[in-house]
Antibody
Framework: DVQLVESGGDSVLPGGSLKLSCGGS????????MSWVRQAPGKGLEWVAI????????EYVDSVKGRFSISRDNAQNSLYLQMNSLRVEDTAVYYC??????????????WGQGTLVTVSS | DFVMTQSPDSLAVSLGERATINCKSS????????????LAWYQQKPGQPPKLLIY???TRESGVPDRFTGSGSGTDFTLTISSLQAEDVAVYYC?????????FGGGTKVEI
């Protein structure tokens, strides 16, 4: 079975940093684009970042550009999100989501359970 | 950016009745070269991650009951639940995957 498991969520002060991890299993991790999607408490879904299978293409939503960095280690079947200069409005559950295979046109067919990031003074 | 607008924000439907959710894109998500609409629907139950229901506007994901139907093209789309079951209580989101940034609608909460 396909599984995605996030970790690394925590409570941090504004301006702080955090690194999220996502481990994938049950599929060939290196065959898929992977994304981070977040959901603020009681709010809707917001796509955050995406990375191509080989890491060759990366995109971010404007609100995190220059502050967040997505990366992956296909040998470890892992996806990461380095978050710097965190703001109160970054408070959310962060989901790791499996994207498409061989295409930049991504739907998300598997999601992790999410990890909560709280930014508050 | 493609802005996805869903309506209504919430609706209450009796068991066995039809639920209809609308999604409007600010720009067409129809790719002319393959005549496909780059529009997906997700279901999110309380405390759970989203679940993919439909992609290409009308293709059901494997295992999704056939009471869920996606329709529409271009900028206007509909998700219909033909006969609402208790387990369908959830928030439903549309998503365009035609262009980066990938964007979701604001969600529609379906209640009994």
């Amino acid at each position: 079975d396909v599984q995605l498991v996030e970790s690394g969520g925590d409570s941090v002060l504004p301006g702080g940093s955090l690194k999220l991890s996502c481990g994938g299993s049950g599929f060939i991790f290196s065959d898929y684009w992977m994304s981070w999607v977040r959901q603020a408490p009681g709010k809707g879904l917001e796509w955050v970042a995406i990375m191509k299978e080989d890491g060759g293409e990366i995109e971010y939503v404007d609100s995190v550009k220059g502050r967040f960095s997505i990366s992956r280690d296909n040998a470890q079947n892992s996806l990461y999100l380095q978050m710097n200069s965190l703001r109160v409005e970054d408070t959310a559950v962060y989901y790791c989501a499996r994207g498409s295979r061989g295409s930049k046109y991504n739907i998300f067919d598997y999601w992790g359970q999410g990890t909560l990031v709280t930014v508050s003074s | 950016d493609f802005v996805m607008t869903q309506s209504p924000d919430s609706l209450a439907v009796s068991l066995g009745e039809r639920a209809t959710i609308n999604c409007k894109s600010s720009q067409s998500v129809l790719y002319s070269s393959n005549e496909k609409d780059y529009l997906a629907w997700y279901q999110q139950k309380p405390g759970q991650p989203p679940k993919l229901l439909i992609y290409w506007a009308s293709t059901r994901e494997s295992g999704v009951p056939d009471r869920f139907t996606g329709s529409g093209s271009g900028t206007d789309f509909t998700l219909t639940i033909s006969s609402l079951q208790a387990e369908d209580v959830a928030v439903y989101y549309c998503q365009q995957y035609y262009s980066i940034p990938l964007t979701f609608g604001g969600g529609t909460k379906v209640e009994i």
